[in-house]
């Protein structure tokens, strides 16, 4: 079931919403997290019924996993047994259903055995909940969960909001939400900034990544004419990078704007990543939830920065390249991940130069055109990277870098304004020209240099936490204002067919 759904929007949100406030009067956190619990299993079961075994499967495996250690730990003895084996559990499951075909695959191309290659169907939202579990079973041995009931558990990993596609939790950030009746006492400023976010969500998926996402696809899917020119596949790559962008953006806004209606915080997972002047700073923006996820649990679980300069860039190839990997389950997003670790580690060679050899250019690293140039190549090597995240084979992506790179011409700026892709401009012109360049740069404009979702959010419950009288009138204003725009949204989304957000294929 998809947030920009009508079945969603006007008949599961609405149903469990009202359930909601009917037994949040009885002040009682276990019934109401029953429903949320209910509401959640058939969320998922809705898409797809028989993974609903396999997500309570992990789910059981997991909680008595955790149970041990917290036991274990209790009594000041190591747990590192039941860890090993609650992780190893997770990544055996997630390897059958994701990685198996894929391994498979890459055995027979290599030396040609003949393997069978098994083509399983992929449990939706299972890299997301099998690595929210890990990082409950590494917290529960480090001595960060104090104590764990069934219920609670039950609904920190599949709690509606979350359980697709993110954000990847943490125990301690979620539980005493969940344990607490205060929680679900929502106040005007939480419910009218959830409402403004759910709206945003709603926007940047169906206006903003729909309406770029033809324009991505003529470029991936090789519905062009002729051999792509720089021109064309820069403009296609640098779609795709915005489409991404706003579809997982909006996606998170979404989740955030509907647990925020529940009374229920969860984090934020972007901070303007394309304003980012280095690659270091991207990933702090970028998907925040994983980026931490593969720095507490993988980059510093292998030595992070700690044994030399050398194990460091190790480090940090490693961490990308699984980072890539839990991706998907294909050389593309291997490269991709590797790409951002060669990345990190210039970044990180250029950051120890400036302090040492070219420390007396101070003045030029703090000076405007830097800051500009630095942006620039940035998100230069950042669109560079997206090429193989989208394409299909690694062949079609080398294709398109090497159209970007000019080694099919820089091609025409009246022609590609003129014809769009359809370079040679045969039966009609396809999509692209003015309406495509026009799209992107008013795309470009909101994620570079317009407030962010973060910030939104905080100024409106900050603005209504300041008032005591009316807030009620005024939180029912927004809300009233917002359903009609959220019915508009999903109505037209409908209308021309609902399209799934691009990482619920991870």
């Known amino acids: 079931m998809l947030f920009n759904s009508p079945e969603f929007a006007f008949v599961f949100f609405p149903a469990v919403y009202l359930l909601f406030r009917l ?7 276990w019934l109401v997290n029953s429903l949320l619990v209910g509401a959640s299993l058939a969320f998922y079961a809705y898409w797809m019924p028989s993974a609903l075994f396999i997500l309570l499967g992990s789910i059981l495996f997991n909680y008595f996993c955790g149970l041990r250690i917290l036991a274990r730990v209790g009594a000041g003895r190591s747990a590192g047994g039941w860890v090993a084996l609650g992780v190893t559990g997770d990544l055996v499951l997630l390897s059958i259903f994701k990685y198996a075909g894929f391994f498979a695959q890459s055995v027979n191309d290599v030396f040609s055995v003949g ?57 301690a950030e979620m539980m005493p939400q969940f344990a607490k009746e205060e929680t679900y006492r929502v106040r005007g400023e939480v419910i009218a ?5 759910v709206a945003l969500g709603l926007i940047k998926k169906v206006l903003l990544s729909d309406g770029i996402q033809p324009y991505a696809a003529v470029l991936f899917d090789q519905q062009y004419a002729a051999a792509p020119s720089a021109l064309v596949s820069w403009m296609g790559a640098i779609a795709y990078s915005l489409q991404l962008y706003f579809d997982f953006s909006g996606y998170s806004d979404m989740a955030v704007g509907i647990s925020l209606l529940f009374g229920v915080k969860l984090p934020f997972n972007f901070d303007s990543p394309y304003k980012a002047r280095n690659i270091v700073d991207f990933w702090r923006r970028w998907h925040i939830s994983l980026s931490s996820f593969l720095r507490d649990y ?53 950051r120890a130069a400036k302090d040492g050899p070219l420390k007396g250019a101070a ?52 022609d590609y304004l003129r014809c769009g892709y359809v370079q040679a401009c045969v039966d009609a012109p396809a999509v692209g020209g003015l309406r495509q360049l026009g ?68």
């Open 23 to 29: 037994l949040a009067r009885f002040r009682r956190a």
């Open 115 to 171: 393997l069978p290659v098994p083509h399983i169907l992929l449990p939706i939202g299972i890299s997301f909940f099998t690595f929210t579990q890990i990082a409950f079973l590494v917290d529960a041995a480090a001595g960060k969960v104090k104590e764990c009931r069934f219920l609670e558990y039950l609904l920190f990993v599949t709690y509606f909001p979350h359980l697709i596609a993110g954000p990847i939790l943490h125990h």
């Open 193 to 197: 900034s959830g409402a403004i976010l």
């Open 298 to 350: 993988l980059y510093i679980a292998l030595g992070g920065n700690r044994r030399g300069k050398a194990r460091r860039y190790v480090n940090l190839m490693l961490t990308m390249l699984l980072g890539g990997l839990w991706h998907g389950a294909a050389w593309t997003f291997v490269i991709w991940g590797g790409l951002h670790g060669a990345y990190l580690m210039l970044n990180h060679a250029w």
């Open 363 to 414: 003045p030029l690293f703090r000076s405007r055109a830097y800051a500009v140039a630095a942006w620039a190549l940035t998100m230069a090597a950042v669109v560079v990277a997206w090429v193989f995240f989208r394409a299909s084979r690694v062949e079609v992506a080398l294709e398109i870098l090497k159209g970007m790179a000019g080694a099919n011409g820089l091609g025409s700026a009246a």
């Open 439 to 506: 799209l992107t740069a008013a795309l470009l404009l909101i994620a570079v240099a317009l407030p962010n979702s973060i910030a939104i959010s905080e100024y409106v419950r900050g603005h209504f936490s300041g008032l005591n009288r009316g807030l009620g009138w005024r939180a029912a204003f927004i809300v009233g204002a917002v359903v009609p725009l959220c019915a508009f949204a999903v109505f037209l989304t409908s209308a021309r067919g609902v399209s799934e957000f691009i990482y619920f294929n991870f």
